[in-house]
């Protein structure tokens, strides 16, 4: 009787333990759960709780199914010739000249409604509309046509000044309840015209000036505060690109406000601290899973559950942050400096290369304690009464430093490499 009240004050332990590591992990209103996030802590709490790893397992990849499947639907719609095409490619990250790219040209090239899956994220797809000047239908019929119910929002494209057909398209659309935004395409042209013709060219002066009017043309159609965003689509850095970004996270509900931030091309470094906050903030979930394995008594699981759970987040984690060979390439091809000067900037060795088993390990044993703790795991959890216990609570926080480790590393790898292609210089200490 004593050894099994010894046995069951030390499992209690133990467990207090993987709960209070897990739900001190636990960010408050965490930005992009597909369901309440408090319920979602609640239900995994119960189930550690009751001790019940399996029940625990399957909430979390629950968590997982249906934040991966949150859908994003974007429509990008406008008069022909405004640079819709473009504007779709851009955002999702792929060259014109990519054999997956929206087709682009000089003359109207979208005439049916087209969907362009993001190329990482498929939940995630914009939708290419044909120009509204392009088809037979007015304005109310067109939105029956494109079907304007699954989309969750429009980006109403214009590379000079927003006409009639744009502003019966955006109340058509304000009558359905739906969100809307105003780009102003094509702006690096513009000011390389501005400069051409003014004789005392001020850049701030004339994107003031282009933001002004085409606010106050839509004002004058009966908008009261149109938002307008001023867009070079060769260029995201430039102008009000990372202004649109934001509006849209916050305005986007909450449970997709995620999948619409993975989305987002790499163009600015506070874009990279927003996708390694929400990476973090799902780490706790690896590391319950990987302990739940733990309690398993078949010889090296744990060890190599843990190795394809690393692997598959690593890799996620490499090709998020635009640190994959195909992505660096793009980024070099846009920037104009070499992959390799790209390249050498990093400092991990799973930049531009794939990320085996093998190579995963190698980079997780250089950092001090971590195969100490998968070692003394796996011995630990043979020894009766206290082993698996032990063993899952060590698991858990292997893998969860572990995660953290990779996380940091290749998130500063992709402030180094957009500073490269930025040619910006670290400040000094």
Request: charged share 25%.
């Amino acid at each position: 009787m004593l050894f099994l009240q010894v046995k069951n004050s030390y499992s209690d332990l133990l467990l207090s333990h993987q709960l209070l590591l897990f739900d001190s992990k636990i960010p408050r209103g965490t930005m992009g759960n597909p369901f309440d996030s408090e319920q979602v802590q609640k239900e995994i709490k119960e189930a550690l709780l009751k001790n019940d790893q399996a029940l625990a397992v399957a909430k979390i990849n629950e968590y997982f199914d249906q934040q991966q499947n949150v859908p994003l639907n974007i429509a990008i719609t406008g008069e022909s010739g405004a640079g819709k095409s473009t504007f779709v490619n851009a955002f999702r990250g792929i060259d014109n000249r990519d054999e997956n790219a929206a087709p682009t040209g000089a003359t109207e090239t979208t005439t049916v409604v087209t969907p362009y899956s993001h190329p990482i994220y498929p939940n995630v797809t914009f939708w290419d509309l044909p120009g509204i000047g392009t088809t037979k239908f007015p304005a109310d019929k067109y939105m029956k046509h494109v079907g304007f119910e699954k989309f969750d929002f429009f980006i109403i494209v214009s590379s000079d000044r927003f006409r009639e057909n744009d502003v019966r398209l955006a109340k058509e659309i304000q009558r359905m309840e739906k969100m809307f935004y105003f780009i102003r395409s094509k702006i690096d042209n513009s000011m390389r015209d501005e400069e051409r013709t003014q004789r005392d060219f001020d850049e701030e002066r004339s994107l003031k000036k282009i933001k002004d009017n085409s606010i106050q043309c839509l004002q004058e159609q009966g908008f009261q505060s149109p938002q307008v965003f001023l867009v070079s689509s060769f260029d995201l850095k430039l102008y009000d690109f990372h202004l649109l970004e934001e509006t849209l996270e916050r305005e986007l509900p909450a449970h997709k406000r995620d999948a619409f931030l993975f989305a987002m091309p790499n163009v600015s470094r506070e874009i990279i601290n927003k996708k390694k906050k929400a990476f973090r903030s799902k780490i706790k979930y690896f590391a319950t899973l990987s302990s739940a394995v733990a309690g398993v008594l078949i010889p090296g699981l744990s060890i190599a559950v843990d190795i394809t759970l690393l692997v598959g987040v690593v890799q996620k984690y490499v090709s998020q942050f635009g640190l994959d060979i195909k992505s660096l390439q793009s980024l070099a091809n846009s920037s104009g400096v070499p992959l390799k000067e790209l390249k050498e900037a990093t400092t991990s060795p799973l930049i531009a290369t794939r990320a085996t088993p093998e190579l995963v390990m190698k980079v997780f044993a250089q950092k001090p304690n971590q195969v100490t703790f998968k070692v003394v795991e796996e011995a630990t959890r043979f020894i009766p009464v206290f082993g698996i216990p032990t063993a899952m609570v060590l698991s858990y926080i292997t893998t969860y430093r572990g995660l953290n480790t990779f996380l940091d590393v290749l998130s500063e790898d992709a402030h180094r490499v957009f500073k490269k292609a930025m040619g910006l210089k670290s400040p000094k200490k």
